[in-house]
């Protein structure tokens, strides 16, 4: 094959009609015009920095973007210095001084909606400054780390100006522009913006990242975003097999995964074994792997984010991070505080997506207070200057440093005490008194649990018959599905279990079972099934007698599950529960005819004690001899 260029020719040769210096090109521009400017690290800064510095500037220019990174200067007071308006989707570090400035209009859209807004003509460009790589050797280039908007921003453009880069990866996908389309070439040699934020150390940070991962199945399909705490889940995913990426954007946070060979997307429903992105934030470590990799697809931002190819990928997991949230489920992820923070970039289309995926898993995730621990990001309600960007009906898991909740179809009393107890602690006795006040939550109805949730106590158990089940510490929010339980057991196991007949628990009777304050009462559950449909098929407590540091037990189990093996987990989980904290031992009264209750408690240790009255059996089971 013939090259287009010999290899004494320089790339740009073909094409000197259309090279000049950036402030040639800049001469072009008109008053009034809409000038685009490219996207994230792949924004042209030298033709940004020219156009700052021209001594005289057309009149009434407004710069459009997406969101940009170093791309505008700031002076030494921290403010921003440039000299133009903006329009932009997303308010990061280089415009929130201007926000603030009032050079600023936030548009809070999707930005997949955004290519069709330029198309019509409600979102105007008449200029777009790109950066794109060489051309090959038939002319193309590459618009390398940033496609989102770029094709249709520079099919609108009255005037395409493009900073060419040796630097600029050459991506592959829908990814190339004809250099026909460009009509004055920048030559410029620089490196490309790198944007790495530095892994955090914070101890609430790694819980949130663990949680998150810990929800993530093998095969699933991630979009994670920029936010911090999704990039710390991504740390703790480097066991799973056949992760899939299909993301907005891709960071250097996959470059593990890659290397430890999670990352096959061979699960994926469309474009398997491919990483399908619209943009790459990172270093350069990232940018020459996507340099001519056939592993990585990108796509204009409309493509990436159809909701219709989002739901088809096979357990399409999306992460989110939000500045608050209120105890009904409304989510805020562009305000804190009065200010923009960010945008609504894609989450919207990845939430509706994620929903609708077979396994899928919409997630959101935030620090339960604010950096300086004063104030809680769990509220009765979104604070005036905070919108409700995530509506409640769009909602599924919420994860904080103290756990994980899901909310989708759940009533507006479960979902407050769910994101309860997902407060820090310090925060939860007003959070419950304001729910009450409300009316979302009972006048009965009381607080408990003032400690972290011990997730450390979570385990899965194979039982004899073969079935796993999750034991975990009890939450106020398994009221409804411990009364669920009761209502599984025979009369039988009713009498048994609470000394009498009852046909129903009161709402202080299910409480006393769940809503314990883990000092002296604990409470586990068996659950069996997912979290978003988790069913709790057992429940354990114990109640401690100060004076004789023993504790008094319970124990329901589903007829289902009874005889498999459940009972004795729960009592070995409670045992090891009982002996960290130093209790001597256990003790119960138990029917007589309920031999199995019997059996079980004997087997609790080989220091054992029974007495009868003639109405019950006093077991007391003590953990160490007392000889």
């Known amino acids: 094959m013939l090259s287009f260029y010999s290899r004494k020719t320089k790339p740009l040769d073909a094409y000197k009609d259309k090279v000049c210096s950036a402030e040639q090109a800049l001469a072009e521009l008109h008053n009034g015009d809409h000038v685009f400017v490219g996207t994230g690290c792949a924004a042209p800064v030298g033709l940004v920095q020219a156009l700052e510095s021209l001594p005289s500037t057309p009149a009434d220019l407004e710069l459009v973007h997406f969101f940009t990174i170093q791309?505008?200067?700031?002076?030494?007071?921290?403010?921003?210095?440039?000299?133009f308006r903006h329009r932009s989707f997303f308010i990061g570090t280089d415009m929130r001084q201007a926000m603030k400035q009032g050079l600023v209009e936030y548009v809070p859209m999707p930005i997949s909606r955004v290519p069709e807004m330029m198309a019509l003509g409600r979102i105007p460009?008449?200029?777009?400054?790109?950066?794109?790589?060489?051309?090959?050797?038939?002319?193309?280039?590459?618009?390398?780390?940033?496609?989102?908007?770029?094709?249709?921003?520079?099919?609108?453009?009255?005037?395409?100006i493009a900073e060419v880069n040796p630097a600029m990866p050459r991506t592959l996908g829908e990814s190339t522009?004809?250099?026909?389309?460009?009509?004055?070439?920048?030559?410029?040699?620089?490196?490309?913006?790198?944007?790495?934020?530095?892994?955090?150390?914070?101890?609430?940070?790694?819980r949130i990242g663990r949680y998150i991962a810990g929800i993530i199945e093998d095969g699933s399909t991630l979009q994670v975003g920029m936010g911090q705490l999704g990039h710390e889940a991504l740390q703790h995913l480097t066991d799973r097999k056949d992760l899939g990426i299909h993301s907005d954007v891709i960071s250097d946070a996959i470059i593990p995964l890659l290397q430890n060979g999670c990352l096959t997307g061979a699960r994926k429903t469309t474009q398997p074994f491919k990483i399908v992105t619209s943009m790459a934030v990172g270093t350069r470590e990232l940018y020459d792997l996507v340099d001519h990799n056939p592993l990585f697809s990108f796509q204009p931002i409309d493509v990436v984010c159809d909701p219709a190819t989002i739901a088809a990928q096979h357990k399409m997991v999306s992460i989110a991070q939000a500045f608050a949230i209120d105890l009904t489920g409304q989510v805020c992820v562009d305000q804190f505080e009065g200010e923009f923070y960010?945008?609504?970039?894609?989450?919207?289309?990845?939430?509706?997506?994620?929903?609708?995926?077979?396994?899928?898993?919409?997630?959101?995730?935030?620090?339960?207070?604010?950096?300086?621990?004063?104030?809680?990001r769990i509220r009765p309600a979104l604070l005036a200057g905070e919108a409700a960007t995530l509506a409640r009906t769009d909602v599924h898991y919420v994860?904080?440093?103290?756990?994980?909740?899901?909310?989708?179809?759940?009533?507006?009393?479960?979902?407050?005490?769910?994101?309860?107890?997902?407060?820090?602690?310090?925060?939860?006795p007003e959070l419950f008194a304001q729910a009450q006040v409300l009316g979302y939550i009972g006048a009965n109805q009381t607080l408990h649990n003032l400690r972290d949730y011990p997730v450390e106590d979570e385990q899965t158990v194979t039982l004899k018959?073969?079935?796993?089940?999750?034991?975990?510490?009890?939450?106020?929010?398994?009221?409804?599905?411990?009364?669920?339980l009761f209502h599984h057991l025979s009369e039988e196991d009713v009498y048994t279990r609470f000394f009498r007949s009852i046909r129903g628990l009161s709402d202080a009777e299910v409480e006393r079972l769940c809503n314990v304050n883990y000092e002296s009462e604990v409470a586990f559950v068996a659950t069996t099934g997912e979290r978003e449909a988790e069913q709790i098929v057992a429940q354990s407590c114990y109640f401690i007698n100060p004076t004789s540091n023993l504790a008094d037990t319970a124990y329901m189990v589903h007829p289902e599950w009874q005889g498999s093996g459940l009972g004795s987990a729960l009592q070995a989980c409670?045992?090891?529960?009982?002996?960290?904290?130093?209790?001597?031992?256990?003790?119960?009264?138990?029917?007589?005819?309920?031999?199995?209750?019997?059996?079980?408690?004997?087997?609790?240790?080989?220091?054992v004690q029974v007495s009868e009255d003639g109405h019950s059996v006093h077991v007391t089971v003590l953990f160490q001899n007392p000889a």
């Not at 280039?141 to 520079?154: E, N, P, R, Y």
């Not at 004055?184 to 940070?205: C, G, N, Q």
């Not at 409670?574 to 079980?600: Q, T, Y």
Request: aromatic content about 6%; proline content about 6%.
């Open 71 to 83: 791309t505008f200067a700031h002076d030494a007071q921290g403010r921003s210095s440039t000299r």
């Open 125 to 160: 460009v008449d200029v777009a400054l790109i950066q794109v790589s060489l051309p090959d050797a038939f002319g193309y280039v590459s618009l390398g780390i940033s496609v989102d908007v770029m094709q249709t921003a520079v099919a609108q453009a009255r005037l395409v």
């Open 177 to 206: 522009l004809h250099i026909s389309r460009i009509h004055k070439l920048v030559p410029v040699d620089r490196p490309i913006t790198e944007f790495a934020p530095p892994p955090s150390s914070e101890e609430a940070v790694q």
């Open 342 to 376: 960010t945008g609504l970039g894609s989450q919207g289309d990845f939430f509706r997506g994620a929903a609708l995926s077979r396994g899928g898993k919409p997630i959101i995730c935030m620090t339960s207070t604010t950096p300086d621990g004063q104030t809680s």
């Open 399 to 428: 994860v904080t440093e103290y756990g994980i909740a899901y909310l989708f179809g759940k009533s507006i009393r479960q979902r407050a005490t769910a994101l309860i107890e997902l407060a820090h602690p310090k925060f939860r």
């Open 465 to 484: 018959d073969g079935r796993t089940v999750m034991l975990r510490p009890a939450k106020s929010s398994d009221a409804l599905g411990i009364r669920e």
């Open 574 to 607: 409670m045992v090891a529960h009982a002996k960290k904290r130093g209790l001597r031992g256990f003790e119960a009264d138990i029917l007589p005819s309920n031999a199995r209750m019997l059996r079980l408690a004997r087997s609790g240790s080989p220091h």
